[in-house]
């Protein structure tokens, strides 16, 4: 299942993912993200905001990319504390990616806090919930 196909089996795909933190392991070509999944859907404010802990583990890495934080961007208090990020998915630019050699799917996070992407290609994705073997992932 690629990162796209994964995005469609989730209430609210990756939008307004909260990104906790990134492990590249380059001898494996993986990358395993840490993230608070919105799935809220119905219900109450409170059960529409409703977050939970994943890891979503990308394999057949080719590339991984964070971009700096937007330069034209004013800086705010949000770069001196720590906190996570809110993703979204996006398609990357076609003419772009079409030149690209491997066979993974190109895809971007815009990250917005910094007004800018992580850009990556990978040919597998798989999210490890909580309770499936969370803590060995």
Request: proline share 6%.
């Amino acid at each position: 299942m690629t990162l796209f196909e994964l995005a469609r089996t989730l209430p609210n795909g990756f939008h307004d993912a909260e990104l906790r933190s990134i492990h590249l392991d380059y001898e494996k070509l993986e990358a395993t993200l840490t993230l608070d999944l919105w799935i809220g859907v119905d219900g109450t404010r409170e059960e529409i905001e409703t977050y939970e802990p994943v890891k979503v583990r990308l394999s057949g890495l080719e590339y991984f990319l964070i971009d700096a934080p937007n330069p034209y961007e004013p800086l705010t208090e949000q770069y001196k504390e720590p906190s996570t990020v809110r993703l979204d998915l996006c398609e990357p630019a076609t003419e772009i990616t079409s030149k690209l050699p491997g066979s993974g799917e190109a895809c971007l996070f815009f990250v917005d806090e910094w007004n800018s992407y992580i850009h990556l290609a990978a040919a597998k994705a798989q999210i490890i919930w909580r309770g499936d073997k969370y803590s060995n992932a």
